[in-house]
């Protein structure tokens, strides 16, 4: 498994925008595919976005597309999520997730991911 730190949520007002971090350990993060998933208070915890370990493949919900764009960068063991338009709805802690050697195909299930950061908190004002 690999360990992973999130970072870079905060308060932001509805329309800003925010870029997540997660910053990966190991020496073959580019193995791994990478996720980010979220959480709201009182719910369940929801695909957010996924790109696979060549970073050929992005997937995403449909709440987010055409507004949240992930990335990565192997070669520094990092993932980002840049949130653009964002809305209040999109308030909830935000988790970095990582499986080696997953192939991607939606749906993108949580309960493949084996690898979690801690989460960062994302707030946006309406």
């Known amino acids: 498994q690999v360990e992973l730190v999130e970072s870079g949520g905060g308060l932001v007002q509805a329309g800003g925008s925010l870029r997540l971090s997660c910053a990966g350990s190991g020496r073959t993060f580019n193995m791994y595919a990478m996720a980010w998933f979220r959480q709201a208070p009182g719910k369940e915890r929801s695909f957010v976005a996924a790109?696979?370990?060549?970073?050929?493949?992005?997937y995403y919900a449909d709440s987010v597309k055409g507004r949240f764009s992930i990335s990565r960068d192997s070669a520094n063991n990092a993932t980002y999520l840049q949130m653009n338009s964002l809305k209040p709805e999109d308030t909830a802690v935000y988790f970095c997730a990582a499986q080696r050697g997953l192939v991607l195909r939606p749906p993108i299930d949580r309960r493949l991911f084996r690898s979690w950061g801690q989460g960062t908190q994302v707030t946006v004002s309406s």
């Open positions: 790109i696979s370990w060549s970073g050929g493949n992005t």
